[in-house]
Protein backbone atom coordinates (compact mmCIF):
# COMPACT_ATOMS: atom_id res chain seq x y z
CA UNK A 1 0.00 0.00 0.00
CA UNK A 2 1.49 3.67 -0.81
CA UNK A 3 -0.05 6.85 0.19
CA UNK A 4 1.27 10.34 0.20
CA UNK A 5 4.50 11.62 1.78
CA UNK A 6 4.21 12.57 5.50
CA UNK A 7 7.62 14.18 6.14
CA UNK A 8 6.99 17.58 6.40
CA UNK A 9 9.47 20.40 4.41
CA UNK A 10 11.79 21.73 7.35
CA UNK A 11 13.07 24.27 4.41
CA UNK A 12 9.97 26.21 4.30
CA UNK A 13 9.55 26.30 8.28
CA UNK A 14 11.23 28.86 10.47
CA UNK A 15 13.85 26.78 12.85
CA UNK A 16 12.17 25.82 15.66
CA UNK A 17 14.22 25.86 19.21
CA UNK A 18 13.84 24.23 22.23
CA UNK A 19 15.96 24.04 25.37
CA UNK A 20 15.48 21.22 27.46
CA UNK A 21 17.22 19.36 30.66
CA UNK A 22 19.34 22.38 31.44
CA UNK A 23 21.87 21.94 34.28
CA UNK A 24 24.57 24.01 36.18
CA UNK A 25 27.29 22.93 33.28
CA UNK A 26 25.33 21.39 30.49
CA UNK A 27 21.91 21.90 28.13
CA UNK A 28 20.03 20.36 25.58
CA UNK A 29 18.68 22.13 22.95
CA UNK A 30 16.05 20.45 20.43
CA UNK A 31 15.91 21.56 16.97
CA UNK A 32 12.35 21.31 14.94
CA UNK A 33 11.78 18.97 17.71
CA UNK A 34 7.61 19.59 16.74
CA UNK A 35 8.37 18.41 13.12
CA UNK A 36 11.12 16.19 12.76
CA UNK A 37 11.82 12.72 14.16
CA UNK A 38 15.30 11.86 14.70
CA UNK A 39 17.02 13.14 11.88
CA UNK A 40 16.73 16.40 10.25
CA UNK A 41 15.89 16.87 6.64
CA UNK A 42 18.98 19.28 6.53
CA UNK A 43 21.96 20.36 8.52
CA UNK A 44 21.10 23.01 10.67
CA UNK A 45 24.52 25.56 12.03
CA UNK A 46 24.12 26.86 15.10
CA UNK A 47 26.54 28.88 18.11
CA UNK A 48 25.95 29.70 21.34
CA UNK A 49 26.94 33.19 21.36
CA UNK A 50 29.53 34.75 23.48
CA UNK A 51 31.54 31.42 23.57
CA UNK A 52 33.45 29.39 21.01
CA UNK A 53 30.77 26.44 21.05
CA UNK A 54 29.57 25.90 17.50
CA UNK A 55 28.38 23.39 15.45
CA UNK A 56 26.59 21.61 12.55
CA UNK A 57 23.33 19.15 13.79
CA UNK A 58 22.12 16.65 11.62
CA UNK A 59 19.70 15.29 14.43
CA UNK A 60 17.20 16.84 16.87
CA UNK A 61 19.40 17.01 19.85
CA UNK A 62 22.07 19.09 20.42
CA UNK A 63 24.09 18.14 23.86
CA UNK A 64 26.28 21.13 25.09
CA UNK A 65 28.48 21.28 27.68
CA UNK A 66 31.36 23.14 29.63
CA UNK A 67 28.70 26.10 30.46
CA UNK A 68 28.87 28.18 33.86
CA UNK A 69 26.70 27.84 36.36
CA UNK A 70 23.84 30.36 36.73
CA UNK A 71 24.16 32.17 33.56
CA UNK A 72 21.87 33.17 30.87
CA UNK A 73 23.05 32.24 27.29
CA UNK A 74 21.57 32.07 23.87
CA UNK A 75 21.90 29.71 20.67
CA UNK A 76 21.21 31.03 17.51
CA UNK A 77 20.20 28.67 14.41
CA UNK A 78 19.60 30.31 11.42
CA UNK A 79 17.48 33.17 12.39
CA UNK A 80 16.16 31.64 15.49
CA UNK A 81 17.35 32.00 18.87
CA UNK A 82 16.63 30.20 22.39
CA UNK A 83 17.92 31.13 25.52
CA UNK A 84 18.03 29.31 28.40
CA UNK A 85 19.56 30.14 32.08
CA UNK A 86 21.90 27.64 33.65
CA UNK A 87 20.95 26.09 36.92
CA UNK A 88 23.12 27.38 39.92
CA UNK A 89 25.36 25.23 41.53
CA UNK A 90 26.72 25.12 45.21
CA UNK A 91 30.04 23.91 44.68
CA UNK A 92 32.34 22.17 41.83
CA UNK A 93 33.70 18.81 43.19
CA UNK A 94 36.96 16.99 41.29
CA UNK A 95 36.68 13.50 41.81
CA UNK A 96 40.28 13.28 41.31
CA UNK A 97 40.83 15.56 44.37
CA UNK A 98 39.80 12.55 46.60
CA UNK A 99 41.77 10.15 44.65
CA UNK A 100 39.56 9.09 41.57
CA UNK A 101 42.60 8.23 38.98
CA UNK A 102 42.69 6.10 35.52
CA UNK A 103 45.80 4.23 37.61
CA UNK A 104 43.51 2.86 40.41
CA UNK A 105 42.09 -1.11 39.88
CA UNK A 106 38.90 0.07 41.52
CA UNK A 107 37.83 3.45 42.49
CA UNK A 108 34.65 2.53 44.37
CA UNK A 109 36.02 3.84 47.57
CA UNK A 110 37.31 7.14 45.97
CA UNK A 111 34.28 7.37 44.30
CA UNK A 112 32.32 7.30 47.82
CA UNK A 113 34.58 10.22 49.53
CA UNK A 114 33.81 12.19 46.41
CA UNK A 115 30.29 11.90 46.60
CA UNK A 116 30.17 12.46 50.32
CA UNK A 117 32.29 15.56 49.56
CA UNK A 118 29.34 17.33 47.48
CA UNK A 119 27.71 20.33 49.46
CA UNK A 120 24.06 20.06 48.85
CA UNK A 121 23.08 21.65 44.86
CA UNK A 122 26.87 20.52 44.23
CA UNK A 123 28.67 18.69 41.68
CA UNK A 124 30.94 16.17 41.35
CA UNK A 125 32.97 16.35 38.20
CA UNK A 126 34.70 13.00 36.90
CA UNK A 127 38.21 13.34 35.27
CA UNK A 128 39.08 12.18 32.03
CA UNK A 129 40.69 8.63 31.14
CA UNK A 130 39.06 5.07 32.09
CA UNK A 131 37.81 4.93 35.47
CA UNK A 132 37.65 1.38 36.94
CA UNK A 133 34.95 1.02 39.22
CA UNK A 134 32.78 -1.27 41.79
CA UNK A 135 29.70 0.53 42.07
CA UNK A 136 28.92 4.18 42.78
CA UNK A 137 25.99 5.14 44.99
CA UNK A 138 24.88 8.75 44.94
CA UNK A 139 22.59 11.02 47.09
CA UNK A 140 19.99 13.97 46.73
CA UNK A 141 20.81 16.93 45.50
CA UNK A 142 23.55 16.58 43.54
CA UNK A 143 24.83 16.59 39.65
CA UNK A 144 27.53 14.00 37.87
CA UNK A 145 28.89 15.40 35.42
CA UNK A 146 30.91 12.62 33.18
CA UNK A 147 32.31 14.87 30.66
CA UNK A 148 33.86 14.33 27.20
CA UNK A 149 36.60 11.84 27.93
CA UNK A 150 35.68 10.53 30.90
CA UNK A 151 34.94 6.72 31.14
CA UNK A 152 33.47 5.10 34.30
CA UNK A 153 34.16 1.65 33.55
CA UNK A 154 32.64 -1.03 35.93
CA UNK A 155 35.36 -3.76 37.04
CA UNK A 156 34.59 -7.20 35.69
CA UNK A 157 35.57 -8.85 39.23
CA UNK A 158 32.28 -9.62 41.27
CA UNK A 159 33.89 -10.53 44.14
CA UNK A 160 33.04 -8.42 47.01
CA UNK A 161 30.07 -6.61 44.83
CA UNK A 162 27.25 -5.28 47.15
CA UNK A 163 24.02 -6.78 46.80
CA UNK A 164 20.56 -4.29 46.82
CA UNK A 165 18.39 -6.70 48.97
CA UNK A 166 14.91 -7.23 47.62
CA UNK A 167 13.20 -4.91 50.47
CA UNK A 168 14.70 -2.44 52.95
CA UNK A 169 14.43 -1.92 56.39
CA UNK A 170 10.98 -0.10 55.45
CA UNK A 171 10.05 -2.83 53.00
CA UNK A 172 10.49 -1.22 50.11
CA UNK A 173 11.34 -3.01 47.10
CA UNK A 174 14.92 -1.87 46.43
CA UNK A 175 16.01 -5.12 44.54
CA UNK A 176 14.41 -5.78 41.22
CA UNK A 177 14.15 -8.89 38.58
CA UNK A 178 11.93 -8.89 35.68
CA UNK A 179 9.07 -6.92 37.43
CA UNK A 180 9.47 -9.21 41.08
CA UNK A 181 11.09 -7.91 44.33
CA UNK A 182 14.79 -10.22 44.48
CA UNK A 183 18.39 -9.65 45.57
CA UNK A 184 20.58 -7.79 42.71
CA UNK A 185 23.86 -6.91 42.43
CA UNK A 186 24.04 -3.10 42.57
CA UNK A 187 24.59 -1.33 39.20
CA UNK A 188 27.75 0.09 38.35
CA UNK A 189 25.89 3.60 39.42
CA UNK A 190 23.39 3.58 41.79
CA UNK A 191 20.39 6.02 42.93
CA UNK A 192 17.96 5.10 45.27
CA UNK A 193 15.64 6.95 47.07
CA UNK A 194 17.41 10.86 45.58
CA UNK A 195 15.49 13.52 44.71
CA UNK A 196 16.85 16.17 42.77
CA UNK A 197 19.71 14.16 40.95
CA UNK A 198 21.18 14.60 37.95
CA UNK A 199 23.84 13.16 35.45
CA UNK A 200 24.97 14.56 33.03
CA UNK A 201 28.23 15.03 30.18
CA UNK A 202 29.19 13.80 27.01
CA UNK A 203 31.47 11.13 28.87
CA UNK A 204 30.33 7.42 28.72
CA UNK A 205 29.37 4.59 31.38
CA UNK A 206 30.41 1.44 30.54
CA UNK A 207 28.44 -1.27 32.32
CA UNK A 208 31.20 -3.90 32.03
CA UNK A 209 28.93 -6.63 30.76
CA UNK A 210 31.49 -7.17 27.81
CA UNK A 211 34.03 -7.92 30.35
CA UNK A 212 33.43 -10.66 33.03
CA UNK A 213 31.19 -13.83 33.14
CA UNK A 214 28.16 -11.40 33.23
CA UNK A 215 26.54 -12.55 29.53
CA UNK A 216 26.91 -16.37 30.16
CA UNK A 217 23.90 -16.16 32.73
CA UNK A 218 21.41 -14.07 31.69
CA UNK A 219 18.06 -15.98 34.01
CA UNK A 220 19.95 -17.31 36.52
CA UNK A 221 20.96 -16.53 39.96
CA UNK A 222 24.75 -16.55 41.04
CA UNK A 223 26.13 -15.66 44.73
CA UNK A 224 22.56 -14.98 45.52
CA UNK A 225 21.73 -11.66 43.19
CA UNK A 226 20.56 -11.10 39.68
CA UNK A 227 22.51 -9.21 37.23
CA UNK A 228 23.17 -5.64 37.84
CA UNK A 229 21.65 -2.79 35.12
CA UNK A 230 24.20 -0.36 34.34
CA UNK A 231 22.35 2.85 35.71
CA UNK A 232 19.59 2.04 38.68
CA UNK A 233 17.53 4.32 40.25
CA UNK A 234 14.88 3.78 42.81
CA UNK A 235 12.51 5.46 44.45
CA UNK A 236 13.80 9.18 42.90
CA UNK A 237 11.85 12.17 42.32
CA UNK A 238 12.71 15.02 39.58
CA UNK A 239 15.90 12.97 37.95
CA UNK A 240 17.74 14.34 34.46
CA UNK A 241 19.75 12.03 32.72
CA UNK A 242 21.60 13.84 29.55
CA UNK A 243 23.98 13.78 26.86
CA UNK A 244 26.15 10.57 27.88
CA UNK A 245 26.62 7.35 26.18
CA UNK A 246 25.38 4.11 28.17
CA UNK A 247 26.76 0.87 26.77
CA UNK A 248 27.62 -2.82 27.65
CA UNK A 249 25.42 -3.61 30.09
CA UNK A 250 25.37 -6.48 32.16
CA UNK A 251 21.81 -7.21 31.82
CA UNK A 252 18.92 -3.91 31.43
CA UNK A 253 20.75 -0.69 30.51
CA UNK A 254 18.81 2.17 32.26
CA UNK A 255 16.11 1.40 34.15
CA UNK A 256 14.09 3.64 36.54
CA UNK A 257 12.12 1.72 39.20
CA UNK A 258 9.19 3.80 40.97
CA UNK A 259 10.59 7.12 39.83
CA UNK A 260 8.38 10.68 39.27
CA UNK A 261 9.55 13.14 37.29
CA UNK A 262 12.21 12.22 35.33
CA UNK A 263 13.46 13.55 31.69
CA UNK A 264 15.88 11.42 30.10
CA UNK A 265 17.51 13.39 26.90
CA UNK A 266 20.16 13.13 24.40
CA UNK A 267 21.52 9.94 25.75
CA UNK A 268 22.94 7.25 23.44
CA UNK A 269 22.73 3.71 25.17
CA UNK A 270 24.52 0.82 23.51
CA UNK A 271 24.74 -2.73 23.71
CA UNK A 272 25.83 -5.69 21.23
CA UNK A 273 23.23 -7.28 18.97
CA UNK A 274 24.11 -10.55 21.01
CA UNK A 275 23.93 -9.29 24.61
CA UNK A 276 21.26 -11.35 26.32
CA UNK A 277 18.61 -9.13 27.92
CA UNK A 278 20.14 -5.89 27.66
CA UNK A 279 17.13 -3.84 26.96
CA UNK A 280 17.84 -0.37 26.85
CA UNK A 281 15.86 2.32 28.94
CA UNK A 282 12.95 0.37 30.80
CA UNK A 283 10.52 2.57 32.88
CA UNK A 284 9.21 0.39 35.76
CA UNK A 285 6.09 2.06 37.47
CA UNK A 286 7.16 5.43 36.96
CA UNK A 287 5.17 8.56 36.65
CA UNK A 288 5.50 11.42 34.21
CA UNK A 289 8.54 10.61 32.12
CA UNK A 290 10.10 12.36 28.84
CA UNK A 291 12.34 10.37 26.71
CA UNK A 292 13.24 12.54 24.22
CA UNK A 293 15.90 12.75 21.82
CA UNK A 294 17.57 9.27 22.40
CA UNK A 295 19.66 6.91 20.01
CA UNK A 296 19.10 3.17 21.10
CA UNK A 297 20.63 0.07 19.70
CA UNK A 298 20.91 -2.92 22.24
CA UNK A 299 20.35 -6.64 22.01
CA UNK A 300 16.94 -7.05 23.25
CA UNK A 301 13.68 -4.18 23.36
CA UNK A 302 15.19 -0.47 22.77
CA UNK A 303 12.59 0.91 25.21
CA UNK A 304 10.05 -1.39 27.52
CA UNK A 305 7.76 0.11 29.64
CA UNK A 306 7.05 -2.30 32.84
CA UNK A 307 4.57 -1.99 36.16
CA UNK A 308 5.40 -4.84 37.89
CA UNK A 309 4.65 -8.78 38.00
CA UNK A 310 1.92 -10.51 39.98
CA UNK A 311 3.43 -13.52 41.61
CA UNK A 312 2.78 -17.15 40.61
CA UNK A 313 2.09 -20.02 42.60
CA UNK A 314 3.46 -19.78 46.26
CA UNK A 315 4.34 -16.96 45.58
CA UNK A 316 1.66 -14.68 44.45
CA UNK A 317 3.17 -11.29 45.70
CA UNK A 318 1.30 -8.20 44.37
CA UNK A 319 2.23 -5.53 46.96
CA UNK A 320 5.19 -4.22 44.78
CA UNK A 321 2.83 -3.38 41.44
CA UNK A 322 2.90 0.21 41.01
CA UNK A 323 1.53 1.83 37.58
CA UNK A 324 3.19 3.51 35.32
CA UNK A 325 1.58 6.25 33.73
CA UNK A 326 2.28 9.97 31.51
CA UNK A 327 5.56 8.72 29.37
CA UNK A 328 6.52 10.70 26.43
CA UNK A 329 8.53 9.16 23.69
CA UNK A 330 9.81 11.73 20.82
CA UNK A 331 12.22 12.79 18.51
CA UNK A 332 13.83 9.31 19.19
CA UNK A 333 15.84 6.33 17.20
CA UNK A 334 15.53 2.67 18.14
CA UNK A 335 17.65 0.19 16.14
CA UNK A 336 18.35 -3.13 15.63
CA UNK A 337 16.32 -4.91 18.98
CA UNK A 338 13.97 -6.97 19.50
CA UNK A 339 11.33 -4.27 19.83
CA UNK A 340 11.84 -0.56 19.64
CA UNK A 341 8.78 0.68 22.00
CA UNK A 342 7.49 -2.76 23.85
CA UNK A 343 5.16 -2.91 26.87
CA UNK A 344 5.27 -5.58 28.96
CA UNK A 345 5.30 -8.64 29.67
CA UNK A 346 6.01 -7.18 33.30
CA UNK A 347 3.24 -5.26 33.55
CA UNK A 348 0.57 -6.72 36.27
CA UNK A 349 0.08 -2.54 37.10
CA UNK A 350 -1.86 0.19 34.26
CA UNK A 351 0.29 1.61 32.04
CA UNK A 352 -1.43 4.34 30.87
CA UNK A 353 -1.06 7.59 28.74
CA UNK A 354 1.44 7.14 26.84
CA UNK A 355 2.56 9.32 23.67
CA UNK A 356 4.88 7.77 20.95
CA UNK A 357 5.63 11.00 18.37
CA UNK A 358 8.42 11.27 15.69
CA UNK A 359 10.25 8.56 16.02
CA UNK A 360 12.35 6.11 13.70
CA UNK A 361 12.45 2.53 14.26
CA UNK A 362 15.50 0.49 11.90
CA UNK A 363 16.01 -3.19 11.78
CA UNK A 364 14.23 -3.93 14.97
CA UNK A 365 12.09 -7.32 15.26
CA UNK A 366 8.78 -5.30 16.01
CA UNK A 367 7.99 -1.95 15.82
CA UNK A 368 5.17 -1.50 18.87
CA UNK A 369 4.64 -4.07 20.97
CA UNK A 370 2.41 -5.10 23.80
CA UNK A 371 2.97 -8.23 25.37
CA UNK A 372 0.55 -9.72 28.53
CA UNK A 373 -0.40 -12.87 29.50
CA UNK A 374 -3.80 -14.64 31.28
CA UNK A 375 -2.77 -14.34 34.85
CA UNK A 376 -1.03 -11.01 34.62
CA UNK A 377 -3.72 -8.45 35.19
CA UNK A 378 -3.50 -4.81 34.87
CA UNK A 379 -5.00 -2.79 32.01
CA UNK A 380 -2.75 -0.88 29.04
CA UNK A 381 -4.87 2.46 27.46
CA UNK A 382 -4.54 5.32 26.23
CA UNK A 383 -1.43 4.99 24.12
CA UNK A 384 -1.07 6.52 21.13
CA UNK A 385 1.63 6.51 18.49
CA UNK A 386 1.60 10.11 15.56
CA UNK A 387 4.38 10.35 12.70
CA UNK A 388 6.67 7.53 13.15
CA UNK A 389 8.90 5.56 10.62
CA UNK A 390 9.64 2.11 10.25
CA UNK A 391 12.35 0.55 8.06
CA UNK A 392 12.95 -3.31 7.92
CA UNK A 393 11.11 -4.67 10.75
CA UNK A 394 9.42 -7.75 10.94
CA UNK A 395 5.86 -7.60 12.49
CA UNK A 396 5.24 -3.54 12.56
CA UNK A 397 2.76 -3.67 15.19
CA UNK A 398 1.84 -5.80 17.64
CA UNK A 399 -0.61 -6.80 20.29
CA UNK A 400 -0.17 -10.18 22.31
CA UNK A 401 -2.33 -11.12 25.11
CA UNK A 402 -0.93 -15.04 24.74
CA UNK A 403 2.57 -13.86 25.57
CA UNK A 404 4.30 -17.80 26.39
CA UNK A 405 6.65 -15.90 28.73
CA UNK A 406 7.12 -17.82 32.51
CA UNK A 407 7.34 -21.78 32.84
CA UNK A 408 3.62 -22.02 32.47
CA UNK A 409 3.25 -19.83 28.91
CA UNK A 410 2.57 -22.44 26.76
CA UNK A 411 0.12 -24.61 29.09
CA UNK A 412 -3.27 -24.81 27.67
CA UNK A 413 -4.29 -22.06 30.86
CA UNK A 414 -2.40 -19.86 29.17
CA UNK A 415 -3.14 -20.64 25.41
CA UNK A 416 -6.44 -22.08 25.22
CA UNK A 417 -8.35 -19.80 22.76
CA UNK A 418 -11.38 -20.84 25.11
CA UNK A 419 -12.97 -18.25 27.48
CA UNK A 420 -11.57 -17.96 30.84
CA UNK A 421 -13.56 -16.28 34.04
CA UNK A 422 -12.89 -12.66 34.12
CA UNK A 423 -11.24 -11.88 37.35
CA UNK A 424 -8.41 -9.44 38.54
CA UNK A 425 -5.91 -11.07 36.50
CA UNK A 426 -7.24 -11.01 33.51
CA UNK A 427 -5.00 -8.12 31.50
CA UNK A 428 -7.45 -5.11 30.04
CA UNK A 429 -5.86 -3.57 26.60
CA UNK A 430 -8.10 -0.85 25.23
CA UNK A 431 -7.72 2.89 23.45
CA UNK A 432 -4.89 2.63 21.09
CA UNK A 433 -4.50 4.97 18.26
CA UNK A 434 -2.05 4.74 15.87
CA UNK A 435 -1.49 7.18 13.16
CA UNK A 436 0.76 8.70 10.45
CA UNK A 437 3.22 5.89 9.98
CA UNK A 438 4.99 4.58 7.77
CA UNK A 439 5.98 0.80 6.93
CA UNK A 440 8.92 -0.06 5.05
CA UNK A 441 10.46 -2.99 4.26
CA UNK A 442 7.80 -5.44 6.20
CA UNK A 443 9.02 -8.82 6.22
CA UNK A 444 6.14 -10.65 8.29
CA UNK A 445 3.11 -8.32 8.58
CA UNK A 446 2.07 -4.86 9.19
CA UNK A 447 0.40 -5.26 12.23
CA UNK A 448 -0.63 -8.68 14.13
CA UNK A 449 -3.43 -8.20 17.03
CA UNK A 450 -4.32 -10.76 19.44
CA UNK A 451 -6.64 -10.57 21.74
CA UNK A 452 -8.15 -12.45 25.04
CA UNK A 453 -11.82 -14.11 24.08
CA UNK A 454 -12.75 -12.79 27.94
CA UNK A 455 -11.45 -9.69 27.07
CA UNK A 456 -10.94 -8.23 23.87
CA UNK A 457 -8.32 -5.42 22.23
CA UNK A 458 -10.87 -2.81 22.28
CA UNK A 459 -10.87 0.89 21.07
CA UNK A 460 -8.13 0.42 18.43
CA UNK A 461 -7.74 2.32 16.09
CA UNK A 462 -5.84 2.97 12.72
CA UNK A 463 -5.11 5.55 10.21
CA UNK A 464 -2.95 6.91 7.40
CA UNK A 465 -0.52 4.21 7.60
CA UNK A 466 1.17 3.18 4.39
CA UNK A 467 2.84 -0.23 3.93
CA UNK A 468 5.61 -1.46 1.37
CA UNK A 469 6.85 -4.99 1.83
CA UNK A 470 10.12 -6.50 1.65
CA UNK A 471 10.57 -8.34 -1.21
CA UNK A 472 12.97 -10.86 0.08
CA UNK A 473 11.18 -12.07 2.91
CA UNK A 474 10.38 -15.49 3.69
CA UNK A 475 7.52 -16.36 6.24
CA UNK A 476 8.21 -15.88 10.35
CA UNK A 477 6.60 -15.62 13.06
CA UNK A 478 4.43 -12.35 14.03
CA UNK A 479 3.55 -12.74 17.79
CA UNK A 480 5.38 -15.37 20.38
CA UNK A 481 2.02 -17.27 20.95
CA UNK A 482 1.21 -20.90 20.31
CA UNK A 483 -0.67 -22.06 17.18
CA UNK A 484 -0.07 -19.64 15.03
CA UNK A 485 0.78 -19.94 11.60
CA UNK A 486 4.63 -18.11 10.00
CA UNK A 487 3.54 -15.81 7.43
CA UNK A 488 5.14 -13.38 5.67
CA UNK A 489 4.17 -9.68 3.73
CA UNK A 490 0.27 -9.73 5.79
CA UNK A 491 -1.56 -7.49 6.23
CA UNK A 492 -3.07 -6.50 9.57
CA UNK A 493 -3.66 -9.82 11.16
CA UNK A 494 -6.18 -9.68 14.00
CA UNK A 495 -8.22 -11.82 16.31
CA UNK A 496 -10.30 -10.69 19.71
CA UNK A 497 -10.02 -7.29 18.66
CA UNK A 498 -12.31 -4.36 17.62
CA UNK A 499 -10.70 -2.49 15.38
CA UNK A 500 -11.48 1.31 13.78
CA UNK A 501 -9.59 1.53 10.03
CA UNK A 502 -9.61 4.52 7.90
CA UNK A 503 -10.94 3.61 4.32
CA UNK A 504 -7.77 2.75 2.94
CA UNK A 505 -6.52 0.48 5.63
CA UNK A 506 -10.10 -1.84 5.67
CA UNK A 507 -8.86 -4.02 2.81
CA UNK A 508 -6.03 -5.02 5.08
CA UNK A 509 -7.83 -6.41 7.70
CA UNK A 510 -7.61 -10.13 7.67
CA UNK A 511 -8.52 -12.88 10.28
CA UNK A 512 -5.64 -14.54 12.01
CA UNK A 513 -6.14 -18.00 12.46
CA UNK A 514 -5.16 -20.75 14.76
CA UNK A 515 -3.49 -23.87 13.22
CA UNK A 516 -2.53 -25.57 16.26
Given at each position: ?????????????????????????T????????????????????????????????????????????????????????G????????????????V?????????????????????????????????G????????????????????????N???V?????????????????????F????????????????????????????????????????????????????????????????????V??????????????????????????????????????????????D?????????????????D???P??????????????????????????????????????????????????????????????????????????????F????????????????????D??T??????????????????????????????????????????????A???????????????????????T?????????H?????????
Open positions: MSGAPMSPHYRKLPIVLTALAITPYATILIHADTARYHLETPVSWRLEGTAQRGVSHIVPVFIEDLEPDTDYVLVAGQQTVFRTAPCAGLIEAADYGCVDTPNNAMAFAAAVAAVPRGGTLRVPNGRLASPVFLKSDMTLWLPEGAILSAISDRGWPLPAHDDSGRVIGTWEGLPAASASPVTAIGCDNLTITGRGTLDGGGDRGDWWTWPKETRDGARRPRALFLAHCTQTILSGMTVRNSASWTHPFCCDRLTAAALRIKNPADSPNTDGFDPESCMHVQVRGLHISVGDCIAVKAGKRGTGDDPRVHIATRHLTIANCLMEDGHGAVVMGSEMSGDITDVDITRCEFKGTDRGLRIKTRRGRGGHVARIAMDDVVMDSVGTALAVNAYFCDADGKSATVQSRAPAPVDTPQISDITISNVQLRGVRHAAGAFLGLPEAPVCGLRLSNITVEYDATTAGDTLMACHLPPVSHAGFLHRFEIDADAPLIMLEDLIDVG
